[in-house]
Nanobody
């Protein structure tokens, strides 16, 4: 099992950009697909993007296609989420869980970090 630590969140104005990072420790990081999910106050956890273990396949929620980019560096045990064109509705706590296969379903992910807060002001 991997341990995960998200970072890079902060306060940004609408239209701005942020790059989130997720550092993994533990065994076999490169064998896991990695996802990004977000949870806004009072709402359920929502799928954002997922990347395969090799980085060769990426998938996105329709709401972020063309604005967000997920990537990974297996040599550094790190996955990233580049977010451009941020909107106030993107304000949420962002998580990067690990799974044995790419999935948009939060229930399929067993390992979760503490999350990093992203706040977008209007």
């Amino acid at each position: 099992q991997v341990q995960l630590a998200e970072s890079g969140g902060g306060l940004v104005q609408a239209g701005g950009s942020l790059r989130l990072s997720c550092a993994a420790s533990g065994r076999a990081f490169s064998s896991y697909a990695m996802g990004w999910f977000r949870q806004a106050p009072g709402k359920e956890r929502e799928y954002v993007a997922v990347i395969s273990w090799s980085g060769g396949s990426t998938y996105y929620a329709d709401s972020v296609k063309g604005r967000f980019t997920i990537s990974r560096d297996n040599a550094k045990n790190t996955v990233y989420l580049q977010m451009n064109g941020l909107k106030p509705v993107n304000t949420a706590l962002f998580y990067c869980p690990a799974c044995h296969y790419p999935s948009p379903m939060a229930g399929n992910y067993a390992s979760w970090g503490q999350g990093t807060q992203v706040t977008v002001s209007s």
